[in-house]
């Protein structure tokens, strides 16, 4: 069974309005999660690297008032698209190491979460 | 900085022919290297990863895949295809030393035919 789950798995908004997308930890406790974008036919693109209780770390050239991340508690991690437009329609995807956040790189991953912005 | 070059977005094979999907990468620093595969409507999972030790891996589901750090490679072979292996594989590489931060490949879509 997933150990990562998001939700939603799909959604549509209307442009100007803010998205937010979960992320859990179904078994483990993870202190760090990551969020990926996928464009079509494109390899995953790391946005972020969330940290519970303190600032998520942005990668270059991503906007985090655009992007906003909430790591609530140790299994929840929240990706919220503020004011998306069309070209914030993409494939999200989150994931978290089971073994802590420096390791080996073994990463668990959500479903994805599928975001169209009319 | 580190790359993945996934070589062949799309792959088909016959059903218990040989599969092969390639993967080179570019790293300053000795690599961990990984490959995971994404079934529809799923999220990715790990087939194999190399992290300096032995330098063939095997993963699940019969892959296996050889570091050669000659030839910057670490392609991914599996000697009969399964139906249930079409999906989506990406190879990805991280530094190992800087926390679980993986660059990926573009992806290579394996289609299974009768």
């Known amino acids: 069974g997933a150990v990562v789950s998001q939700h939603p798995s799909r959604v549509i908004c209307k442009s100007g309005t803010s998205v937010k997308i979960e992320c859990r930890s179904l078994d483990f406790q993870a202190t760090t999660m990551f969020w990926y974008r996928q464009f079509p036919k494109q390899s995953l693109m790391l946005m972020a690297t969330?940290?519970?209780?303190?600032?998520?770390?942005?990668e270059q050239g991503v906007e985090k008032d655009k992007f906003l991340i909430n790591h609530a508690s140790l299994t929840l991690s929240t990706l919220t698209v503020t004011s998306a437009h069309p070209e914030d329609s993409s494939f999200y995807i989150c994931s978290a190491p089971k073994g802590g956040a420096f390791g080996t790189g073994e990463l668990f991953f959500g479903e994805g979460s599928r975001l169209t912005v009319l | 900085a580190q790359s993945v070059t996934q070589l062949g977005s799309h792959v088909s094979v016959s059903e218990g022919a040989l599969v092969l999907l390639r993967c080179n990468y570019s790293?300053?620093?000795?690599?961990?290297l990984f490959w995971y595969v994404q079934y529809p409507n799923q999220g990715l999972q790990l087939l194999l990863k190399y992290t300096s030790a032995a330098t063939l891996v095997k993963g699940i589901n019969g892959f296996e895949a050889e570091f050669k750090k000659s030839e910057t490679s670490f392609h991914l072979t599996k000697p009969s295809a399964h139906m249930s292996d079409a999906a989506e594989y990406f190879c990805a590489v991280s530094d190992g030393g800087g926390g679980n931060k993986l660059t990926f490949g573009t992806g290579t879509q394996l289609k299974v035919e009768l």
């Open positions: 790293s300053s620093v000795p690599p961990y």
């Open positions: 969330s940290n519970e209780g303190s600032k998520a770390t942005y």
